[in-house]
């Protein structure tokens, strides 16, 4: 009996003991658990929200100091708290500009694409007229340049109510009628304007502005504008006219007329709403026109230059001018 019992105790031992070391070396000879390596981007991302936090705190914390007055600080910690704030003045005023230049910036390209598709499919547009013979455009560059922002090919549509008198292409027949052919689109509405503002007066001319739209203005006047430019064709130069158009009059302070309307009164300067095209105008309507600022029953030039310049026209001066300006 105390044999059996002996030899199950060690029997027990030694089975514990088996048990013991067998996992003491699994234990030992196991390499150790290694935890997954975190995502290199999450912890860009962990460290750059930690860093605005900070930089949060720290900003709070000198708004705080900024607004805070201490009557116990020396001069010198008030200068100190001067200096500060005024840094942090400075510093948010440069980055709201920066924003601001940013903004700006980011519009400016995204009106300028815009612009480029606009007059991208204008250009394609008016191509096709053109090889159909339906316009009569100089060159590519005359429908950037001189249609403004409007559109040619609507604005062919839009102008039949302005076909009647001025023609398809805006050549009239009518020689009071004026040419429009080739005229810069910012002049053309610039007038269509002051018909509709009153500060230029025609009875028809007063009445059709009247019905037409911003939109509609813009594209009646690139369609006008992309023709080819109004010609008078006349080989005899008249010399009064001439003189003057080249040389003006410098005792009675007339300015020569090439400097605002260009050579052969053709233009200068296609974006303005100011100088317009001239040179091959019907002489009945440049007569007419004349008097009217000489006689101040037309007042619309810009200050009122135009009626500067004809106050001291006689009638063989005007009939010399409109003679020689149809001509070109």
């Avoid at 936090?53 to 020396?74: G, I």
């Avoid at 130069?237 to 003189?243: A, C, F, L, M, V």
């Avoid at 100011?274 to 030039?301: A, E, M, T």
Wanted: charged residues 25%.
């Amino acid at each position: 009996m105390n044999n059996c019992l002996i030899s199950f105790i060690f029997l027990s031992l030694f089975t514990a003991t088996a048990v013991f070391a067998a996992d003491t070396i699994s234990s030992a000879s196991a390499p150790p658990a290694v935890e997954p390596l975190a995502d290199p981007q999450e912890q860009a991302r962990a460290e750059r929200a930690k860093a605005r936090a900070a930089v949060a705190k720290a900003e709070t914390a000198l708004a705080k100091f900024c607004a805070e007055e201490d009557p116990h600080a020396t001069d010198t910690i008030k200068a100190e708290r001067d200096r500060v704030c005024a840094a942090k003045i400075a510093k948010d005023a440069a980055e709201a500009q920066d924003d601001h230049l940013r903004e700006q910036k980011a519009r400016h390209y995204a009106e300028a694409e815009a612009e480029r598709v606009r007059r991208d499919k204008i250009h394609a547009d008016a191509a096709k007229l053109k090889a159909a013979d339906e316009i009569s455009i100089e060159s590519p560059d005359a429908i950037v340049v001189r249609s403004g922002p409007g559109n040619p090919v609507l604005g062919r549509v839009k102008s039949q109510v302005c076909q009647g008198c001025h023609g398809l292409r805006g050549y009239s027949v009518i020689t009071l009628i004026p040419k429009l052919a080739g005229q810069y689109a910012h002049y053309i509405v610039k007038e269509l304007r002051n018909y509709q503002e009153g500060t230029r007066t025609h009875q028809i001319m007063s009445a059709m502005a009247a019905s037409i739209t911003d939109e509609e203005l813009d594209d009646i006047a690139a369609h006008f504008a992309v023709q080819k430019k109004m010609s008078g064709g006349n080989t005899e130069e008249n010399p009064i006219g001439k003189n003057l158009f080249l040389n003006g009059d410098v005792d009675r302070r007339i300015l020569p007329c090439v400097n605002c309307h260009g050579a052969a009164g053709k233009g200068r300067r296609p974006w303005t709403s100011v100088f317009p095209v001239i040179g091959g105008q019907h002489k009945d309507y440049l007569r007419v026109q004349l008097q009217n600022f000489r006689s101040d029953n037309r007042s619309n030039s810009p200050v009122a230059i135009m009626n500067l310049m004809t106050r001291s026209l006689t009638d063989a001066e005007i009939e010399g001018l409109a003679d020689y300006i149809s001509g070109r």
